[in-house]
């Protein structure tokens, strides 16, 4: 979760400067992790990532947990992980609970 505020924070000290700024996100696997704070990115600053604009030949699916995790450190969220259960798929998406980070 310490990443994540990080990032957040990060994003928004950014967002607050004067000049204009370009954001490159890009991860280990430069995909799905990539493509989360991207989105982040946009949620934040109200900027579409380039990847997400109409004509964009470039498209990943986003990683779910690590956009979860960023929206619960932007609402002040801790993000808790549940419990799996493995007979249901959608066990595995977190969920936010007030409190401090």
Known sequence: ???AVQIHAFIEDLHRQAEPTRLIA????????????AIHAGDVTGVVPV???EGSRVG????DRLLSILRCARAGLVFEEPEPDF???DSFIGA???GGI
């Open 1 to 3: 979760m310490a990443y």
């Open 26 to 37: 890009h991860c280990f696997g430069g995909v799905s992790r990539s493509s989360a704070v």
């Open 51 to 53: 990847h997400l604009q």
């Open 60 to 63: 990943y699916a986003a990683n």
């Open 87 to 89: 007979s249901h798929p």
């Open 96 to 98: 936010g609970r007030p």
